[in-house]
């Protein structure tokens, strides 16, 4: 069985590879979530306001 934190492990690692190459950690750099198998519902990214780029803490 397969322990919860790998998964968690995972999920931080790829967050931060994503924004060391300067996308956005939330939505992988699309600027957007979407909902559904063709889209359906689209939503804008709130971390990265739509852009897909990293926003750092300045």
């Known amino acids: 069985m397969v322990s919860l934190m790998f998964f968690g492990n995972l999920k931080e690692k790829r967050r931060e590879k994503n924004f060391q190459r300067g996308m ?6 699309r ?13 804008d990214c709130n971390t990265c306001l739509g ?3 990293a926003i750092g803490n300045s």
């Open 24 to 29: 956005c950690p939330d939505c992988s750099g």
């Open 31 to 43: 600027g957007f979530f979407s909902s559904g198998f063709e889209s359906v519902y689209v939503q």
């Open 51 to 53: 852009t897909g780029k």
